[in-house]
């Protein structure tokens, strides 16, 4: 796949990735999980790198659910240290190529040491322009719907809201994604057909792309033809071709 065979006008503003199979790849090689998602780290250094490239104006990695705290104590630790590794061998790219990271989730769960590094590199990343990257981290899409629901009920109890006034955009600023706009294209890696609780709301019109290949695989070719693959779709809100 060409880069060149992509209509530069028509790539997705807003590409989510559920990057999935990190545990299947180790183990098919022999090795222990984390490996896995240590060689993950590089497909989110060539996907992020060339979604900057290509202009890609934002960019949303799931990282980690909520759901992964239950997994064996060793792998969430390497999963943290790995967060907090990448975030620090990161930031020149992140500045070479004007990338803003952002993060949504239950920040407060993780540890100290990641929320710090997080902390420091959304700090020194907050003027960059070219791309947004954000991290999903201790996300979950259900607690960050019952998030909102309880903060609207407060603004509603305490009259800083009227029922009357909920709309649809009102829920988005309630939102942990709130500065980001829907997703229009999302890609999960593994062969897996599931969404587990990411973005349930921001999804609703966005085109979905499932790949056999696993996360640790994936390189900038798999990215370039999910991109292909969204340009051949036609993307109808609900009307019918003729209305387009
Ligand atoms: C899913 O694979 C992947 C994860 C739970 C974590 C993704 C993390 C990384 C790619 C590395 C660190 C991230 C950053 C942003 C530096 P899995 O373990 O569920 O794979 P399996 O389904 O084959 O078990």
Redesign the pocket.
């Known amino acids: 796949m060409e880069e060149a065979l992509l209509d530069q006008t028509r790539l997705p503003r807003h590409v989510a990735v559920?990057?999935?199979?990190?545990?299947?790849?180790?183990?098919k090689q022999g090795l222990m999980?984390v490996r896995?998602?240590?060689k993950?780290?590089k497909?989110?250094r060539q996907t992020v790198e060339t979604c900057a490239q290509l202009g890609i104006a934002y960019l949303t990695?799931?990282?980690?659910?909520t759901e992964?705290w239950k997994?064996p104590k060793i792998?969430v630790d390497t999963?943290m240290k790995?967060?907090v590794?990448?975030?620090r061998k990161?930031l020149p790219t992140l500045q070479k190529n004007g990338i803003k990271l952002q993060a949504v989730g239950s920040l407060h769960q993780l540890p100290e040491k990641a929320q710090r590094e997080l902390t420091e590199v959304m700090e020194l990343t907050r003027e960059n322009t070219n791309m947004h990257l954000t991290?999903a981290?201790s996300y979950g899409s259900r607690e960050e719907l019952t998030t909102a629901v309880k903060l609207i009920a407060q603004d509603v109890v305490t009259e800083k809201l009227a029922v009357e006034a909920i709309e649809e955009s009102t829920i988005n600023k309630y939102l942990f994604t709130r500065d980001l706009p829907d997703v229009d294209l999302l890609i999960r890696t593994?062969g897996?057909h599931r969404i587990s609780n990411f973005l349930l709301w921001q999804i609703a019109y966005a085109e979905l792309y499932f790949t056999n290949t696993?996360?640790?695989d994936f390189r900038k070719e798999d990215l370039l033809q999910a991109f292909k693959n969204y340009q051949d779709r036609e993307r109808r809100f609900g009307k019918t071709s003729e209305q387009l």
């Open positions: 559920i990057m999935d199979g990190n545990g299947r790849w180790a183990q999980r896995g998602h240590e993950g780290t497909s989110v990695l799931y990282a980690f659910s992964n997994r792998e999963l790995l967060l590794s990448s975030l990161e991290l981290l593994s897996e696993l996360w640790p």
